[in-house]
């Protein structure tokens, strides 16, 4: 997608956000056609709050389309969330400061424990034994010429990893600095050293790209390539927006070649003397080609059989199977992208072929400028130079020289190649390509697709803005930026499996049924419980999802009640919505006076359910309020806030105490340096501020409140930083160790089964354990509190603190009772068979200690509605026309999704068609089954009736006429089972 050019150019300006780019390679080109809110990316400075209003306004009436603005909006917002200012501007960052800031305590990441990484590795969900590139955007790889089976390469996310085993497994280098990077270059004869280009910096490691030093530093400099002659590997070249710049000393100091920006250059194979550069010509607004025979020293035009468009930019491959060829891939303005190919050393150039600049109608160049600069490659093979793969959002390989070309992969084409094409590079057999998806390599220059594979594993780089876990299994899910959904399993053997869908910011686990995930691009699942190499999952409903942002702390959550894992509460634009049947359905309990408005954190109370706190967020006028209500969730009150200006409450998180609903923590993202972190002990009546120098210059992205302590609270802020304090310190400790300082938090989880704290965020998932232990915490919960039936079953469940050791035990009460499972299971099914309202208790024990919580009337059983028939040997007889039958409207089923019967019938003759048997119509579930339509015809054959689907649809049941036959059906949302005659038919909407 976009690359980070732009931003490493004006990051360091002085004076203006936004300096001038020549070429205008860094931002898509204003024009009086687009949009309004698209506009608004062009101010000085950019404001977020204005930004996203008008966004989300346009989309609202219009469908969303996928273009250069869109992801530049998207781009602009990864590279800001840490750089906004109370009222949303933009912040200009100094790399170089920020890195400082991170490091400050970078002795305290001596500690120990270490915070460590799930290691990545995405598969295919259908066929997850096949690893697939949806995973992370690679912006740079280089390989070592000295040693091709070491190579590194840089994310988006600035990451920088290194393999040593061709990339069968990663590992991140260079963690205390911010890599961001699309420039990368390995000395020719020494793999250790190492060259890279950042926002305003050229970098040198020599140690393998552990430690970096800066080697060159310039005001507003980005760098697009960097190259270093084999022969004379002392002279590094690198060509950036400020011209192109030559050190002939290993980077101890630099000479500016010319002033003119230059988007890339290659260093010949052969003649190392020979360099092939571009240069920049104002006037006529095109990268055109420039030669040196001297190192680089100086550099003469090219321009011989060069096409005359102005361009956005131009990318060049050489091949060691012809030293003299060079090829060129240029996006013109306004004719689509050009191949050009020199076969004499750049002295000359043939245009080779020609794209579209407004879609795929090109039948030999399939390609089109798609999004520009950010999404453009070439490569040569090195074995035969007229092979030649090139692309933007697709990836297109000619095997004849350059003259016509075949869809590679991307959004067409026959290998798995996740779209826009980023970065790629040969050596020798191997072949590499990098997409916003991440490698995937080839020993045949992706001639057969039996010879590429992805190879991703341990490039941590997934970048998720949406992220949730589970509490009794160790999974999470979450979206992930330009790569869909992903939901991860300990069972599933270590992998990461990808869902689907493009890049919202979603993802949410049911906390009890933690294979219950849901994501509002996608839909909802139930995951199966081990690995399969053909995973089957069901769909589950699922009518509204929460308010989602790409904006830190500018999101709700679907939070699950403490009592029943049923009942879901969540906040959607500034409405408070609840369901009681696992969000099938929700109903609106709460409306915020302003529409404008939003409900985001929600935090329900442990110690009494009855009890809910939301933030409320208001961009105009831009505060924020917190939110009560004591009647679980049906009115709410604003509390008082803490003594901190309106405008630096506009962010903020919340965390309740799991013990006390008066104990409330929060944290402003936005706050001073005096105003970060508050907590009340009075339900919001009076504050107490917590904030130390120690975190003052943090940006806060989410809190955590550990269970089982004296109100232990973690804090993620930006710089891959996490600070611990509980009501026994007097300041925060830093808990940072081994988390890089590129690590931004979209969310903190506990996993108390573990005694783990886990991170999501823009470097994947890392965990640690807990700074101190949780003690027990006893919580039961179930899957609903009232029935109307006295034959239901209740399925228990423990949601307790609870870390599991060689003691844990269960022991459950359950006064009145006719049925109880096992009182020692974590998980007991109950029945209650008379009608009232009854306690349950639940004892948990650990190494830690012992804990106990009575739920007072916790079930509820009303008058009940599904006793048996007390009448032996009557049937239900529908024998003359017109006849039929009707059972009262059934409170318990007001919410139904799924529907269940079975009966025995008996036909004297065949049907009219679209008879009925029995229907149920008044419930979400809307479901019946009775008989077929073949046509206005009898029939005898029995079907069944669903929403949305045909209502011509016939079974293989065909009933025998004056037989008694037992007949069983059921319909979830998304499939329907008939089972008749002891043969079982099924269907899947």
């Keep these: 997608m976009i690359k980070q050019i732009f931003f490493g150019v004006f990051f360091l300006f002085s004076g203006s956000l936004f300096c001038q780019i020549y070429g205008e390679l860094n931002i898509p080109a204003k024009c009086n056609e687009m949009p309004n809110w698209a506009k608004l990316m062009y101010d000085e400075p950019i404001n977020f709050i204005q930004l996203a209003k008008e966004y989300r306004s346009y989309y609202k009436e219009k469908p969303f389309e996928k273009n250069q603005y869109t992801r530049y909006y998207k781009r602009l917002i990864m590279n800001y969330r840490t750089a906004m200012d109370e009222r949303g501007n933009a912040i200009p960052i100094d790399i170089e400061k920020r890195e400082k800031e991170y490091r400050k305590s970078a002795t305290s990441r001596t500690q120990m424990p270490v915070w460590m990484p799930y290691e990545m590795e995405t598969f295919f969900l259908e066929k997850n034994s096949q690893a697939c590139p949806w995973q992370v955007n690679v912006y740079a790889i280089d390989v070592a010429k000295s040693n091709p089976n070491i190579l590194y390469c840089i994310s988006e996310t600035e990451g920088l990893f290194k393999t040593v085993d061709k990339g069968k497994n990663w590992t991140q280098i260079g963690k205390n600095h911010l890599n961001t990077s699309e420039a990368i270059a390995i000395h020719p004869k020494n793999p250790d050293t190492v060259y890279l280009g950042t926002n305003g910096i050229i970098r040198r490691s020599t140690d393998g790209g552990n430690t970096w030093t800066s080697v060159f530093a310039l005001n507003g400099l980005w760098v697009y ?120 050393e750049g002295e000359t150039w043939s245009t080779m072929a020609k794209g579209s600049y407004t879609g795929y109608d090109s039948p030999d160049f399939p390609l089109d400028n798609w999004q520009g600069y950010y999404d453009l490659s070439i490569v040569a093979s090195q074995k035969n130079a007229d092979e030649v793969i090139t692309g933007t959002g697709t990836m297109v390989k000619s095997i004849d020289g350059g003259k016509t070309f075949k869809a590679l992969g991307g959004y067409g084409g026959s290998f798995p190649l996740h779209p826009d094409f980023q970065a790629s590079v040969a050596f020798g057999d191997d072949s590499w390509i990098a997409t916003d998806g991440g490698l995937t390599y080839s020993t045949d220059f992706f001639t057969n697709t039996a010879n590429a594979e992805a190879r991703n594993k341990g490039i941590n780089g997934s970048d998720f803005w949406g ?146 706190y939301f933030t409320e967020r208001s961009n105009s006028p831009s505060y924020g309020n917190i939110w009560r209500s004591v009647d679980r969730g049906k009115t709410f009150v604003k509390i008082q806030n803490p003594s901190i200006p309106d405008g630096q409450r506009r962010l903020q998180v919340i965390a309740l105490s799991p013990t006390d609903d008066n104990f409330l923590y929060v944290a402003y993202r936005s706050g001073s340096s005096a105003n970060k972190v508050f907590y009340t002990k009075d339900g919001g009546k009076t504050w107490t501020n917590i904030t130390t120098p120690t975190i003052g210059n943090s940006s806060i992205s989410d809190i955590m409140f550990q269970y089982g302590t004296n109100g232990g609270l973690y804090i993620a802020c930006d710089g891959g ?172 089923l007001k919410n139904a999704t799924e529907f269940t019967c079975m009966t025995w019938i008996k036909i004297n003759s065949p049907q009219d068609c679209f008879t009925q048997i029995i229907s149920n119509w008044n419930s979400n579930a809307e479901f019946g089954f009775g008989f077929a339509f073949q046509g206005y015809v009898s029939t005898r054959n029995l079907t069944f009736s669903w929403k949305d689907v045909p209502y011509w649809l016939t079974t293989p049941f065909n009933l025998d006429t004056n037989t008694w036959i037992h007949v069983a059906n059921g319909c979830l949302p998304r499939f329907c089972s008939t089972l008749c005659k002891w043969r079982t038919m099924d269907l899947q909407r």
């Design 225 to 344: 390539d960097l190259d270093i002659p084999e022969s004379s590997a002392h002279i590094i070249l690198a060509a950036t927006n400020k011209g192109l710049y030559r050190s002939a000393n290993s980077g101890q100091s630099w000479t500016q070649v010319f002033a003119e920006a230059s988007s890339e250059l290659k260093v010949l194979n052969v003649k190392n003397n020979i360099v092939i550069a571009t240069r920049y010509n104002s006037l006529t607004k095109q990268y055109y080609p420039v030669k040196s025979i001297n190192f680089g020293m100086t550099f003469s035009d090219k321009k011989s059989g060069w096409y005359t468009s102005g361009d956005g930019g131009v990318r060049m491959a050489i091949t060691t199977a012809d030293p003299k060829r060079i090829y060129a891939i240029a996006l013109t303005s306004d004719k689509g992208p050009y191949l050009m190919r020199s076969i004499d």
């Design 467 to 612: 992220f949730d876990a589970g509490w009794h299994e160790n999974v999470f899910v979450g979206g992930r930026y330009h790569n869909g959904n992903t939901v991860y399993h300990e069972n599933y053997r270590s992998k990461f499996l990808r869902m689907g869908g493009a890049e919202s910011p979603t993802g949410y686990v049911n906390p009890i049924k933690n294979r219950d995930v849901y994501f509002s691009d996608i839909g909802a699942y139930t995951l199966p419980f081990a690995y399969d190499t053909v995973l089957k999952y069901g769909s589950l409903p699922c009518g509204l999802y929460p308010n989602e942002s790409y904006y830190a702390t500018e999101h709700s959550d679907m939070v699950w009640s403490p009592i029943c894992y049923h009942e879901v509460y969540l906040g959607r634009e500034n409405k408070f919505y609840k369901s009681e049947n696992n969000a099938a359905s929700f109903e609106q309990t709460f409306a915020l006076p302003s529409a404008e408005s939003n409900v985001e954190a929600i935090e329900v109370s442990r110690s009494n359910p009855d009890v809910i």
């Design 721 to 892: 930083n996490v600070f611990y304090r509980n009501q026994d310190q007097n300041d925060w400790t830093v808990y940072n160790t081994g988390i890089p300082v590129n690590h931004f938090t979209r969310n903190l989880r506990p996993f108390y089964r573990d005694g783990k704290l886990i991170n999501g965020g823009s470097n994947g998932v890392w965990e640690i354990p807990f700074i101190e232990p949780s003690k027990p915490i006893a919580q039961p919960t179930v899957d609903k509190l009232n029935s109307f039936c006295s034959r239901d079953t209740f399925y228990f469940e423990d949601y307790s603190v609870l870390q599991l050791d060689s003691v844990t035990t269960y022991t459950w009460a359950f006064p009145g009772a006719t049925y109880v499972s096992d009182i020692h299971a974590r998980n007991p099914k109950v029945v209650y068979k008379n009608l009232g309202s009854y306690d349950v208790t639940l004892q948990v024990t650990n190494l830690l200690g012992s804990d106990s919580k009575t739920e007072k009337g916790m079930i509820n059983i009303g008058i009940s509605e599904c006793e048996k028939d007390t009448i032996a040997g009557k049937m239900l007889d529908l024998t003359a026309r017109g006849n039929n039958g009707t059972i009262a409207k059934i409170p318990g």
